[in-house]
């Protein structure tokens, strides 16, 4: 189903839309809250609710996402992500890293802040395939090697090395805007 | 910033430059459904419907009286009791007394037509049948006061109440009850009969040498030939290229004797990854094995009573299991209740273990049965049975403000119901249904009927990261029913049960 059917049918039949777009990035909202609530003990119907707090919240907001600034799956994970933040605010203060990650902000930051994350863009685009769906099925889903080979039919340790190369690449590309 | 963070800061046009199309993460059916419930619930497009179901009977009530004055009087500081002045020919007056034989309420019962719907999945077809059903009134009493349900106690326990067994983990039960720090990976069934300890069993893991083992009891059924204990052992495969394996987990049957003797222990491996044992049937002279074979399959085993595998059988019902709470010997087969990742289903097995039926009962707005006991006598069956109502989650933090405020919402959203069904066919040819209880534990005499329910009596709850984790204590209540479903009485065993949900 497109985003544009999909957006059609929530609107049409709310139930229908959330339980389309549940069966279609339920699994994908789940892993990216997953992975950021990771090592705390948030167990797994604490983050259930939040993945369907986020469903909802979609559904709830409907008229101020724009397709055209993002997909649908894209916007859900955006909003699991502040979603899984709060929850990690609530409940541990957060490091100055992950604040200003997830914190809004400001006009003076602006440009930099696109910088940023024009550079983050860029070197992730420039891994090319597989490494790049690799790296963020490793870090944004917090998928293990096992099934990340699994589903990319390749062997763990080919994995692993992609892993351990696209990192320091990564690492080296971003070097002067992680300092 | 870590590796894992690096990608929370993007906009989700930016985030649309670098996820594949294809980009996404596989998650069970079961946990999928459950999103998507809660997410309805959470946007307000679920409205606790119950609350009519619940209510409305005992309005009923009150309006067919011609009266409609209901009185609530004090009878202690934390009971009430009550009285609907007034009576009409179809609602009769039952006693119901509590440990303190001063303290006598009063149950209402009347008969209704219920509708119950029976979907059979072997065919894909669902009859709703109205049933002649007895309805319990309500019984009220004060939410226990907090001090009370922390001193009272809900071990829990398998079994009946002359021989109960408990299961411990971490703790030696050498002398009733010390710990002992070099036992602490033990699992320890205890066998108590009226608060004397009989003997303890213990079960040892594999934990200090094979960290990477572990082991668990999920179950102890007692039988003519002792205690059947029931639990499963996980062993971690080695991750190579050619296995992308998981954990391989592989169930076992222990036999006990009645003077607590260890005597023999089968392992289940018939060559598959998993092989979970879910549940053990007696069949006088041997034991059937029900269990769960990569999860989608259902193994059934029958085994002499010296744990020697005597017959051995697989059919796939078409889901996903996850536990089989209850089993019982059929005239020619069994009957099973299994968990799976799509609700509760029955299962009728033959006595070779090949499936017969699979089905289901719910109530006829589709609010799925929780079964808790299953007894066959004569060509009846009786499930012992609860349906939860759901609400809007934004209600329950709206509403949570203390906990007595959630305990109202609890007991206004939970009904249980004995269907007395034909062993045959399925179908329910009677009912009892109760409000604002659980079901538990179900005896059939010669008499009738002895029926544990279970009353909300407090919830404590952890509002926490947008979900209620709430201990609801029940108190339990032995209902006692004639061979016709007429109560009889309802007696206070002032025992409590622990049940835990998230909200």
């Known amino acids: 189903m497109t985003d544009a059917q999909l957006f059609d049918l929530i609107r049409k039949d709310a139930g229908k839309g959330i339980a389309a777009i549940t069966r279609e990035y339920g699994g994908l909202v789940y892993a990216v809250i997953s992975r950021k609530l990771s090592g705390t003990h948030v167990d797994k119907s604490e983050i259930e609710t939040c993945a369907a707090d986020t469903i909802s919240e979609f559904y709830l907001d409907l008229d101020k996402f724009d397709l055209n600034k993002g997909s649908i799956k894209a916007w859900l994970c955006t909003i699991a992500v502040h979603n899984a933040v709060d929850i990690l605010r609530r409940n541990m203060p957060l490091s100055l890293d992950e604040e200003k990650a997830v914190s809004e902000h400001s006009p003076e930051n602006e440009f930099e802040d696109r910088e940023m994350r024009r550079t983050v863009l860029d070197a992730v685009k420039s891994l090319g395939e597989p490494d790049r769906e690799i790296i963020l099925r490793k870090y944004y889903l917090g998928e293990s090697s096992v099934k990340i080979a699994a589903r990319l039919k390749m062997t763990v340790s080919n994995v692993d090395t992609r892993t351990s190369r696209a990192v320091e690449k990564l690492r080296h590309d971003l070097e002067d805007w992680r300092k | ?64 009286a011609g009266v409609g004055l209901l009185a609530l009087s004090a009878i202690s500081k934390n009971r009430i009791g009550v009285e609907y002045v007034g009576s009409s020919s179809a609602v009769s007056e039952n006693s119901m007394t509590s440990g303190d034989e001063s303290i006598v309420q009063t149950v209402k019962t009347k008969h209704s037509d219920r509708e119950i719907s029976f979907i059979d999945f072997t065919d894909g077809t669902t009859r709703s049948d109205k049933v002649k059903c007895t309805e319990l009134s309500e019984f009220y009493t004060d939410f226990d006061k907090a001090e009370e349900l922390m001193n009272s106690d809900t071990e829990p326990y398998y079994g009946n109440d002359d021989t109960l067994y408990y299961v411990d983990k971490g703790y030696a039960a050498d002398n009733n009850n010390v710990t002992d720090d070099k036992s602490w990976n033990n699992y ?55 296995s992308l394996s998981h954990s391989s987990v592989h169930g076992f049957v222990t036999r006990i004797d009645k003077d607590g003797n260890k005597l023999w222990t089968h392992n289940f491996d018939h060559g598959f990854n998993d092989e979970y044992v879910l549940n053990v049937v007696d069949n006088g002279t041997s034991w059937t094995v029900i269990s769960a074979c990569d999860e989608y399959n259902i193994c059934v085993t029958k085994l002499d009573l010296n744990g020697n595998e005597l017959k051995f059988a697989i059919s796939e ?40 039926d699979v089905f289901a009962y719910r109530e006829s707005d589709g609010y799925d049965y929780t079964i808790t006991d299953i007894v066959k006598s004569g060509d009846k069956i009786y499930l012992s049975a609860y349906y939860e109502i759901p609400y809007p989650e934004n209600s329950v933090s709206s509403y949570a403000e203390s906990a007595n405020q959630l305990t109202s919402m609890l007991v206004e959203s939970t009904a249980a119901v004995l269907l007395i069904c034909d062993a045959d066919s399925g179908q329910v040819t009677s009912c009892v249904w109760a409000p604002a209880v659980y079901s538990r534990r179900l005896e059939i005499t010669d008499s009738g009927i002895i029926w544990d329910i279970e009353k909300i009596s407090g919830v404590s709850f952890f509002p926490y990261a947008d979900s209620f984790n709430t201990s609801i204590k029940c108190r339990v209540y032995r209902c006692t029913f004639d061979n016709n479903n007429e109560l009889i009485n309802c007696e206070d065993t002032g025992k409590y049960n622990m049940v835990y949900k998230v909200v």
């Open chain 2, 317 to 356: 019902p078409g889901f996903k299991i996850l536990h089989a709470d209850n089993a019982v010997k059929l005239d020619n087969g069994y009957l099973v209740q299994l968990s799976t990742d799509e609700g509760t289903r029955l299962v009728r097995l033959s006595d070779d273990g090949d499936i017969v």
């Open chain 2, 1 to 64: 910033m870590s590796n894992k963070d690096f990608f929370d800061i993007l906009t989700p046009r930016e985030l649309d430059e670098i996820l594949p199309d294809d980009f996404d993460a596989s998650l069970s059916k079961a946990a999928l459904k459950r999103i998507e419930k809660k997410a309805l619930r959470s946007a307000g497009l679920k409205a606790p419907k119950l609350r009519l179901t619940v209510i409305l009977p005992a309005a009923c009530i009150a309006l067919a």
């Open chain 2, 188 to 242: 320890v069934i205890v066998c108590k009969q009226q608060d004397e300890i009989l003997w303890t069993v213990k079960f040892p893991t594999l934990g200090k040498d094979r960290g990477d083992d572990e082991l668990s009891i999920e179950l102890v059924k007692e039988t003519d030939a002792g205690a059947a204990v029931i639990g499963q052992v996980t062993h971690w495969n080695e991750v190579t290229e050619s």
